[in-house]
């Protein structure tokens, strides 16, 4: 039996994101996931959309189960796993020295404030000029939280680490605008989820 680390909540919001995805991507060469978790997003899009080159990141602990996930597919696009912590240099790099795409899923809300302006700092770093960023995941609206089931999560995310919580949209789009980023869309996901989607001048190097 094998013992990949499984996430029922990757099955259920895939396909919602995989859509948005590859209208974004669909020009798009090489993308960098950050905080790749299980693997399991990883494996799902790259067979998806087999023209990119998908590279996972994560912190120490998660590459082995992403690893699992990743020989177990087999695919030609999806490169060994790196270490990332957003907060610690050198992010890594693509082919050509910078990505041209970047998506991640549910960790805004898991990082401290510092991490998520570290994240958008490390970006800074590592994206192409015109590159797409994709962020998945819940977020608060003009400081109100956009359901009941949102501000029951936010809670119980506070009562594990009082440093995480649901992001304002606003907030992370001023830091995202901070490096270049202009906000394209903002499409709504299924589970009082969202996706942002963020392109950055094809004149910011």
């Not at 590459?63 to 050198?90: F, H, K, Y």
Request: include cysteine; glycine fraction near 8%; hydrophobic fraction near 45%.
């Amino acid at each position: 039996m094998s013992e990949r680390p499984y996430a029922p909540a990757c099955d259920r919001n895939r396909d919602p994101i995989l859509a948005v995805l590859q209208r974004y991507f669909a020009d798009r060469h090489d993308v960098l996931e950050v905080g790749s978790g299980t693997g399991q997003h990883a494996v799902y899009f790259a067979a998806a959309m087999p023209w990119l080159r998908w590279q996972c990141s994560d912190q120490a602990d998660a590459l082995p189960g992403i690893r699992m996930w990743l020989d177990e597919a087999g695919l030609d696009n999806t490169p060994a796993p790196v270490e990332l912590n957003v907060s610690a240099a050198p992010w890594p790099r693509a082919n050509g020295g910078r990505f041209d795409a970047v998506f991640s899923a549910n960790t805004l809300h898991i990082m401290g404030w510092p991490e998520v302006q570290a994240f958008f700092e490390g970006l800074a770093q590592v994206l192409a000029p015109g590159a797409v960023v994709v962020v998945y995941g819940p977020f608060n609206y003009d400081g109100q939280y956009s359901s009941d089931s949102n501000r029951e999560f936010d809670g119980w995310l506070k009562a594990r680490d009082p440093r995480s919580g649901i992001r304002d949209a606003a907030e992370v789009d001023a830091l995202a605008a901070a490096i270049g980023l202009r906000l394209v869309e903002d499409v709504a996901m299924p589970a009082n989820n969202r996706c942002l989607v963020w392109r950055r001048d094809a004149a910011t190097r």
